[in-house]
Nanobody, 120 residues
Framework: QVQLVESGGELVQPGGSLRLSCLASGFPFSNYAMRWYRQGPGKERELVAGITSIGGSTYYADSVKGRFSISRDNTKNTTFLQMNSLKPEDTAMYYC?????????????WGQGTQVTVSS
């Protein structure tokens, strides 16, 4: 059974930091690229950050560059999102996503999300 379980979301003041975790099971984690998406109130889901299967390359949305950092530990089937200098506009449900594509086929899995609220 495939599972992606996010944790670490909570209420934090502007300027604060949080570290989100996503624990994966039920599929070969090290073969999958991992991504974090978020969906704020009244907004569409957006890609925040991504990391390749062996962690050699990362991607960040312009809105989080320099503040967020994605990483992964393939020995623990876990990916992380370190979020610093948080702003109220970072308030959203954050979702973990696993993705793999080979010629002719692709796989994608989603977690249930963890809520991040940035407010004073």
């Amino acid at each position: 059974q495939v599972q992606l379980v996010e944790s670490g979301g909570e209420l934090v003041q502007p300027g604060g930091s949080l570290r989100l975790s996503c624990l994966a099971s039920g599929f070969p984690f090290s073969n999958y690229a991992m991504r974090w998406y978020r969906q704020g109130p009244g907004k569409e889901r957006e890609l925040v950050a991504g990391i390749t299967s062996i962690g050699g390359s990362t991607y960040y949305a312009d809105s989080v560059k320099g503040r967020f950092s994605i990483s992964r530990d393939n020995t623990k089937n876990t990916t992380f999102l370190q979020m610093n200098s948080l702003k109220p506009e970072d308030t959203a449900m954050y979702y973990c996503n696993a993705y793999r594509r080979v010629p002719g086929r692709d796989w994608q899995y989603w977690g249930q999300g963890t809520q991040v609220t940035v407010s004073s």
